[in-house]
């Protein structure tokens, strides 16, 4: 039995735990050379940094209640309408808990029943008089969420894998054969293309917000392979790097790290492809990933 079908037959198994089959995703990832693969499963497992976009299915909608009085009556878990809340802070996604914990922390045993809560005191002030009429205390200000929508993520992430690995064995039926994957010209690029299909759902979310400093790139000056193994893993085909290996032939060095113009061109037509969803990464993160790589290219690392 291949990894992939071990992988297949761990995900659609409720005695696994997700994080163990995370795991073998992980092993999967550096067989393939995979590097937006590994990056979404050690963001699963470690949990996701302020500065690197949650998922989808990690984002659960908020509802918010409040505790008012007029020194004569009390109005206990007062429900507050969400638009009314947006308007009142000016934070559209006020609405939005992004969930960043480890996967392995999650863990709501009576998932069905309760409730978290989120503590949001320090918007009270700001409801006071925009929302709750001036002449009304607000106590206590909160927004709550069913514990059962965040012990969804692991069956969503479950979900994922399945998919992921259900589409990349449809796009090679022998795919359990790692290396055989590895060794096709385009394999680096149709796994990145099946993991922006399948689990991100088209928005590239473990880099599509990325900047410069949060890209994870290493390639050697001068070194040709190098540069094609991280940009194919991030999905450039091997057409787009054949056309960039023909302007690295005669632009093969640059001053003050200014690309000359036909790289230029080229990076232009691959953040062109970024901005049609050609390309399968985010704007910010695919011009962040090109100017490393082709920097340290030209040895400017």
């Not at 505790?67 to 007062?78: C, E, I, R, T």
Request: proline residues 3%; glycine residues 8%.
């Amino acid at each position: 039995m291949g990894l992939l079908t071990e992988i297949q037959n761990d995900a659609i198994s409720d005695t696994v735990a997700v994080n163990g089959l995370l795991r073998k995703v992980m092993l999967l990832a550096h067989k393939l050379d995979s590097g937006v693969l590994e990056d979404w499963v050690k963001h699963e497992l470690s949990g996701y940094p302020n500065d690197v976009p949650v998922p989808h299915y990690r984002r659960i909608p908020l509802n918010f209640k409040a505790s008012v009085s007029n020194g004569f009556y009390m109005h206990n878990n007062a429900p507050i309408a969400q638009y009314l809340v947006k308007q009142a802070t000016g934070r559209d996604d006020i609405d939005t808990f992004e969930c960043r914990q480890a996967i392995g922390t999650i863990d709501y045993k009576d998932a069905e029943k309760d409730v978290l809560v989120l503590n949001m005191d320090n918007y009270a002030l700001v409801v006071s008089g925009k929302i709750v009429d001036k002449s009304w205390d607000v106590l206590r200000f909160w927004a709550e969420m069913p514990a059962a929508k965040v012990n969804g993520i692991l069956d969503a992430v479950r979900n994922k894998v399945l998919e992921f690995t259900i589409a990349l064995q449809k796009r090679y039926p022998n795919a359990d054969d790692v290396e055989w994957i590895k060794s096709q010209v385009s394999g680096a690029a149709t796994v990145s293309q099946v993991f922006n299909t399948t689990i991100t759902n088209g928005n590239a979310g473990v880099i599509g917000g990325a900047t410069a400093s949060t890209v994870t790139v290493t390639v050697n000056h001068g070194n040709l392979q190098d540069l094609r193994t991280n940009l194919t893993q991030h999905g450039v085909t091997a057409e787009d790097f054949a056309l960039l290996e023909a302007a690295l032939k005669e632009e093969h060095k640059i001053e003050n790290k200014k690309f000359g113009p036909k790289v230029t061109k080229w990076v232009g037509d691959m953040m062109g492809k970024a901005v049609s969803g050609a390309w399968g990464v985010g704007l910010g993160a695919g011009g962040a990933l090109l100017e490393k790589a082709l920097l340290g290219y030209y040895g400017f690392n």
